[in-house]
């Protein structure tokens, strides 16, 4: 089990840019294959990207081009680079460190002018 805390969701116009912050606990976090989710109301939780232990990354086609997944191992870090955004991106985002399939609590992020 390892703790998640996301931060960073919010208020942002059609256009804008958001950057979310998942910081994990313990110290194997350079191992973990993280990923970021995102749920709408009324809708199934999606992958959004995912980024493995060596850096390798993938993304929804929906966000691809638009959303930038890192990774700091450094600070027990990932972030989600959210630019171009768009009012069907608005969701709740999750955080999930795919080894152990835990889970961040959620930041909402709210895509309207």
């Known amino acids: 089990q390892v703790e998640l805390v996301e931060s960073g969701g919010g208020l942002v116009q059609p256009g804008g840019s958001l950057r979310l912050s998942c910081a994990a606990s313990?110290?194997?976090?350079?191992?973990?294959?993280m990923a970021w989710y995102r749920q709408a109301p009324g809708k199934q939780r999606e992958l959004v990207a995912a980024i493995s232990a060596g850096g390798t990354t993938n993304y929804a086609d929906s966000v691809k081009g638009r959303f930038t997944i890192s990774r700091d191992n450094a600070k027990n870090t990932v972030y989600l680079q959210m630019n171009s955004l768009k009012p069907e991106d608005t969701a709740v985002y999750y955080c999930?460190?795919?080894?152990?399939?835990?889970w961040g609590q959620g930041t909402q992020v709210t895509v309207s002018s």
């Open positions: 999930n460190e795919r080894l152990f399939n835990s």
């Open positions: 313990g110290n194997m976090f350079s191992i973990y294959p």
